[in-house]
């Protein structure tokens, strides 16, 4: 497998962090992960500019224009002949002497690897996945996409002890997200939930061509918050990643969403996402 690091793709076994790196000492950078399919980069734009926002709230300089991250991507599906799958990038405060203070001279670390991964024919796709609730546990920038991710470790394996796939994590009675995706639930009467953005959650990617998507497909939209005993009383649930683009969700907590298989509205979603990232020589 060919990786990116620091100006230069080499087979992974020689991509070496140093020890010093802030990313490994602090957690001190930030990260995107896009989905692949048919070798292109679904919404790149989107999460460019994500990522953009992430460098800046946390002061970290922007190594590459969107012209060159594009560039550099693009070389990385090819050197790996990437079809369908995950492109992960982070960008750390760099090398330096360990010290919480901002180094002066330290270059950002750019490290950028490729998952290949079924997307489109995933199991859990046709079968949906459980979910169990678990405290909210992370910090109050949750919108900042920070490789700091120890709640969502904890979290997550909290859910795979309980036999379920994803983590949905809980604030205050009300669902903010999953542990690496964004929650959605659909009404008795039809309608889509999904909470609104602000700094509890993450500007989901895939959630935002979710939402124009159900814009474009006549589906009501509700974006509040909801608790989890709504969801548990919800017609269907789901969740959107750029990694899985739309997930059934079909048990909450060891209860079946409604009669326990994915829904109509849910199956609809995740048809209209797939349409959309097929479709060739989109931005
Ligand atoms: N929420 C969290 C906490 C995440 O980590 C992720 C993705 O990793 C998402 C939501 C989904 O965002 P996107 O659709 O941009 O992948």
Redesign the pocket.
């Known amino acids: 497998r060919i990786v990116f690091l620091n100006g230069s793709f080499l087979p992974l076994e020689e991509a070496k962090v140093p020890f010093m790196d802030r990313g490994f000492l602090f957690g001190d950078g930030v990260y995107e992960?896009i989905?692949v399919l048919d070798g292109r980069l679904i919404d790149n734009e989107a999460?460019l500019e994500?990522l953009e926002r992430s460098l800046s709230e946390v002061r970290i300089p922007n190594p590459y224009t969107r012209a060159e991250w594009t560039s550099l991507q693009g070389e990385i599906v090819r050197r790996n002949g990437m079809q369908e799958g995950f492109i992960y990038f982070q960008v750390t405060r760099g090398v330096a002497e360990r010290d919480f203070f901002f180094p002066e001279n330290a270059k950002p670390t750019v490290a950028m690897f490729t998952q290949a991964k079924a997307i489109v024919h995933a199991p859990a796709a046709e079968k949906g996945i459980a979910v169990v609730t678990v405290p909210d546990l992370r910090w109050e920038r949750?919108d900042i996409?920070s490789i700091s991710?120890l709640a969502?470790v904890l979290a997550k394996q909290a859910a795979k002890e309980a036999g379920a796939q994803e983590a949905w994590l809980v604030d205050e009675g009300f669902v903010t997200?999953?542990?690496?995706?964004?929650a959605f639930i659909v009404t008795p009467t039809g309608s889509i939930v999904v909470r609104p953005l602000s700094h509890a959650?993450?500007?989901?990617?895939?959630?935002?061509s979710l939402l124009r998507l159900s814009k474009e497909g006549g589906i009501a939209l509700e974006e509040r918050r909801f608790t989890v005993e709504e969801a548990y009383e919800a017609a269907e649930a789901f969740l959107?990643?750029?990694?899985n683009f739309v997930l059934p969700v079909v048990s909450i907590d060891g209860r079946p969403v409604a009669d326990g298989k994915p829904g109509p509205i849910t199956r609809k979603l995740r048809e209209l996402y797939l349409q959309m990232a097929s479709a060739p020589a989109l931005a």
């Open positions: 992960g989905g999460h994500r949750r996409k991710l969502q997200e999953g542990g690496s995706s964004s959650i993450l500007p989901g990617i895939t959630r935002k959107t990643s750029a990694s």
